[in-house]
């Protein structure tokens, strides 16, 4: 074996040993339109202040669109209703504007270009990959219209337009 695949082989050892399964720091989710097609993907990471979420997303719809962490890891519905709600452990009511507010899976609205396009670096508070990887797991979705952080139970933001299982 030439020495430096015979290194690799060594280091590749080594970091099977150091990162278990269980020290995953990172997850991703590839976000789907109902008919299927990829639109975009989503990278989590999780840092001491909750989870950083950067995502990369076209063909939407220009402008503003709610994004959320909803309760279960399945996209599988036509309507993606089968991802349940926004994920909130915590039994809080929806939105940043609610004194009762917020879901653990509320996010911040995200603005697509007038090409459809959307680059996306925010946080969610608190959370951890543990938390998103429960028994029924997580998944991000995208709807139609802007979440207006107050209406109950997930701020008027229209249909579901985008589904991604957040897998490890
Ligand atoms: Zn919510």
């Known amino acids: 074996m030439p020495r430096l695949a015979s290194a690799a082989a060594g280091l590749a050892a080594v970091l ?8 995953q720091e990172s997850a991703t989710a590839t976000l789907n339109d109902p008919e299927g097609a990829a639109l975009g993907e989503a990278m989590v990471t999780e840092t001491p202040h909750g989870l950083l979420i950067e995502l990369v997303v076209s ?4 402008g503003e669109h709610a994004f959320h962490i909803h309760e279960t890891g399945d996209c599988s519905a036509a309507d993606f209703t089968s991802a349940g709600g926004h994920f909130n452990p915590d039994g809080h009511a929806h939105g940043y504007l609610d004194p009762e507010g917020i879901h653990a899976g509320d996010l911040p609205n995200i ?10 670096q925010t946080v969610a ?9 429960d028994a029924d797991g997580s998944a991000f979705v995208i709807h139609a ?4 952080y107050v ?3 997930s701020g008027a933001a229209g ?5 991604g299982v957040i897998e490890g």
Request: proline share 7%; net charge negative.
């Open 151 to 153: 209406s109950q139970p």
């Open 59 to 62: 063909g939407l719809s220009p």
């Open 159 to 163: 249909g579901r337009v985008a589904c």
């Open 145 to 148: 219209g802007a979440d207006d």
């Open 125 to 133: 508070a608190g959370l951890t990959l543990a938390d998103l990887f």
């Open 111 to 120: 603005f697509a270009d007038d090409a459809g396009v959307a680059h996306v």
């Open 16 to 23: 099977a040993i150091a990162l278990p399964a269980q020290a």
